[in-house]
T-cell receptor, first 115, second 115 residues
């Protein structure tokens, strides 16, 4: 079955340290991968996407993600975490469904950055 | 440019009732999609509308329905509410329907509580 997984419900990191939020996927064909962030009581905001090309994708707010085809992963990274990065992060992938496509989201990873 | 607007932001209903939620997309965006967010299931795709036609549908019962008007505004309806329908319902708009290769612009959501 086509799916996306975020293996960690919560990630804790100290401010200034690098952070990684993990995502793995299973799709048929080439993957179209996305990261979104949700702040409390808000909708989701787009961070970055991978469609094709360079495996290292740079996005908003200093975030980047590395596409790894052999490991079917698309981990979100940031070199130096800020307290304001604390939020809920969603990985998403486009999956085929009934001759067209639909988006499928992971369950989300809560990132907590400690001062 | 105004963002995606969802109304109402909060509502409380009882089991068996029905509810209608509204979404106004960003000006010029003709594709609107709906999502259900719960702590247990994460973010799940409900359906997508473009040019007043439903293009895709997620795996939800027929109690969940929607429509889109000629001005691209969309509504979703849930009939015969169940306790499990308590969730944050998010709407998103985009310019290109159905391909899911671009950024989705989300509203802040309508939080439904079913008692």
């Amino acid at each position: 079955a086509q799916s996306v997984a975020q293996p960690e419900d919560q990630v804790n990191v100290a401010e200034g340290n690098p952070l990684t939020v993990k995502c793995t996927y299973s799709v048929s064909g080439n993957p179209y991968l996305f990261w979104y962030v949700q702040y409390p009581n808000r909708g989701l905001q787009f961070l970055l996407k991978y469609i094709t090309g360079d495996n290292l994708v740079k996005g908003s707010y200093g975030f980047e993600a590395e596409f790894n085809k052999s490991q079917t992963s698309f981990h979100l990274k940031k070199p130096s975490a800020l307290v304001s990065d604390s939020a809920l992060y969603f990985c998403a992938v486009r999956v085929s469904s009934g001759g067209s496509y639909i988006p499928t989201f992971g369950r989300g990873t809560s990132l907590i950055v400690h001062p | 440019k105004a963002g995606v607007t969802q109304t109402p932001r909060y509502l409380i209903k009882t089991r068996g009732q029905q509810v209608t939620l509204s979404c106004s997309p960003i000006s010029g965006h003709r594709s609107v999609s709906w999502y259900q967010q719960t702590p247990g299931q994460g973010l799940q795709f409900l359906f997508e509308y473009f040019s007043e036609t439903q293009r895709n549908k997620g795996n939800f019962p027929g109690r969940f329905s929607g429509r889109q008007f000629s001005n691209s505004r969309s509504e979703m309806n849930v009939s015969t509410l169940e306790l499990g329908d308590s969730a944050l319902y998010l709407c998103a708009s985009t310019t290109v329907p159905g391909e899911w290769t671009g950024e989705l612009f989300f509203g802040e959501g309508s939080r439904l509580t079913v008692l």
